[in-house]
Each structure stands twice: as C-alpha cells, then as structure tokens.
C-alpha cells in the first residue's frame, strides 16, 4: 500500500525538512517526492500557488512549510494541549521564521555594497537580537521552545538551523549554550539520528 | 470587571486589525490598547521580541499577529472542524501573507530608482499573479477563501486588503469581482460594519 503522506519539494533540506523531521519523529511512512529543477517548470503550475513543499493526503494537496509543520506537529502529538499552549507554539515559530527571513532578504540581494552593510547589521544587531531571546526562552523554558517540553517548534528551529550556522559563516550555536544543548538533543533522538544518517545529501 | 482580553498595538489597524475583526465578530470585550510612538520606546523591552500586536490573557502575554488572529480565529469558531480544515486555513493565510511581504518590501525601498522597478514588477506580476489565483479559490470556494464557508482567513484577508488597494493606487478588487464580493460580504456583517464605523481613525 502507497505511504498516506506525500511531501513533495526540491531535491534539498530548505522549507520541507522540518515537516521530514516530524514524519520521522512520528514513525509515519511518506513518500519523500524530490523534484529536480529541470522538472520544476512543468509541475509549477500543479502546485497550489506555484510553490514547494505540497503535502498530499487523502486526494487533498496543501502548501505552505509551516502551516504544513503545524499540522504534522498535531498529527505526531508534538502540539500543546489547548488553543493558547498552540498560540506559544506557533508565535515562537513565526518569530523564528521572521529571523530567517531577513537573513534570506540578504542571501537575494545582488549589490555587492549593499549586501555587505546588510550582512553587518544582521551580524551584529539582527541576529544576536533574536538568538539572545531565544536563548533566555530555552533557559526558562527546561530546554525547550515553549510549554517546557519537546514541541514541533523545537523540531522547525533545529531544522532551520543550519540556516544561521551558514549564514554567519561560523557554529553560531557556540555562543547560545541553550540553543546549542537544544540542538543537540533534537538531532539525537533515535527516529532524527536515523534519518540525518540516510538523509540524501544536499547543500541546502 | 476588566475584560478577559487585552490586545496592544499601534494607533492604526496594521497587523492588529484582523485580531480586533475577530474580537469584534465574536462579540468578545477586549481592552483596545494603542500605544503612541513616543511611549514605544519604553514598551518595547517589555514585549516578547520587541513588537506589537501583544494579546494578553489570563494573565499571560503571546505576540505575532498571525498566532494571535488563529487563537482568536478557533475562539470565535471561525476555524476548521479538523487539523486538515485547519492546515487549508493556515496555507491560504500565510500566502496572503506572503503576497503583503513581498509589498511590504518595496515599501520600504529607499532607493527610488530600486523602487520604481519593483513596483512595476509588483503591479504587473506579483499581485495579479496571487490574486487572479485568490480569485479563482473564492470563486470554486462558494465565495470564501477556505471550505466554502466564512473562516478567519476570510477576515484576515479582508482586513488586511486596504494594504493592497494602498499599494496599487487603484480599488485593485475592481478587477477581482470574487474577491470584490467577499471584501464587502465580510465588511457587511453587523458587527464588522458596526467596528468600522466607530473605530478611530487612522492612516494604516
């Protein structure tokens, strides 16, 4: 019998590992669809809004990395027990996904000059901004994210996290302790250990 | 006896509105904090990561305005039946989101020469490629966004379309007869016609 989910994405961790993560986690069985890019222009238009992952499930398809996370964070029992633990989940992940996200505005930028002001700042002011107060949140929070257990927002940092390692050209974890114990932990659990193991290689 | 809900914003609608639509919609007391620019300064240290909106309840604060707008989406079963409703909700509201991103960032342009170019490019490819898709949804959709019925996402995007109408310099909806119909279905209900009547006035 074909595997329940589907996850669809490029041939590379990006935007679809975190929800590889939790199907690892969970032992559920999917089918681990990589799409190289020379296939790209004809499944695009497939894809509900022109972009990857797609999660397939029961005949529906739906996009978008983090709503998809949120789902498979429900589906592995990795979610909060009521609509406000849910809400601390999910305000964590966007603010971690907000920090991404300036870090990728500056991957795109194409003016040199510019681009090394932005890489500065973000250095320097951005970037300790944020992992400074997710350090403190880990600290308080017994190791973890949110709600002082293993959520899904754990599993979407640390998979996000090679992120800011390659963007800060250095083990940037080496200065939050906390974040650094945290990644650890994650990448040890047997099911995570597993897959990073026979993952396919990429560069992203 | 003080309402059960505080939400804290700027003086404007911003990323708060869709969370006072929902506050609004479901009849839910709610102190309607607007912070001054001048006061902000001093706030600022007290909030999560440094932004606004904030809901408070019971006690406990949780920032990120789409997290918000979910909690309060599920608290006046605006939300789905189950975590796949729930996941088609989410990935159609963080494409909207993705779509007042890629605005927002040309609103911020210093560069005019950078900023005539990317609004050109905005105008005619990013907006009209979301929302003749958008378009097509509501319109295979009973006329909302997500399980043909009314959902928060419907008054997420409703509440943040003047974004779009700002951007375009235009009543954009005029070409989007779909979306068109949903922004005045949504801005018809009485207690969202009753809100926009009587809440202050702002730019944004």
Redesign the interface.
């Known amino acids: 019998m074909a595997p329940a989910y589907k996850l669809t994405y490029f041939n590379g961790r990006g935007l679809a590992e975190t929800s590889r993560y939790l199907l690892k986690y969970g032992g559920i069985d999917f089918e681990d669809v990589r799409v190289e890019h020379a296939d790209w222009p004809q499944l695009k238009d497939k894809t509900?809004?022109?972009q990857l992952p797609v999660?397939e499930?029961?005949g529906?398809k739906?996009?978008?990395s983090?709503?998809?996370a949120?789902?498979l964070g429900?589906?592995v029992k990795l979610a909060g027990k009521d609509?406000?633990e849910?809400?601390?989940i999910?305000?964590v992940?966007?603010?971690i996904n907000?920090l991404r996200?300036k870090i990728m505005?500056i991957r795109f930028e194409k003016d040199e000059e510019k681009k090394k002001a932005m890489t500065e700042t973000a250095l320097k002011e951005t970037v300790p901004?944020?992992l400074t107060?997710l350090e403190a949140i880990v600290q308080k929070n017994k190791g973890y994210l949110a709600l002082g257990k293993l959520t899904w927002a754990d599993l979407y940092f640390v998979s996000m996290s090679p992120t800011f390692d390659t963007f800060t050209g250095e083990d940037v974890f080496a200065k939050y302790p906390n974040l650094k114990a945290l990644r650890d932990k994650v990448d040890a659990l047997p099911a995570i250990k597993k897959w990073i193991e026979e993952r396919p290689k990429s560069e992203f």
Do not use: C, M, S
């Open positions: 509900p809004f022109g999660l499930h029961n529906k739906a996009g978008q983090i709503a998809v949120r789902y429900k589906l609509d406000w849910n809400l601390e999910d305000a992940v966007d603010t907000d996200l505005v901004y944020y107060r």
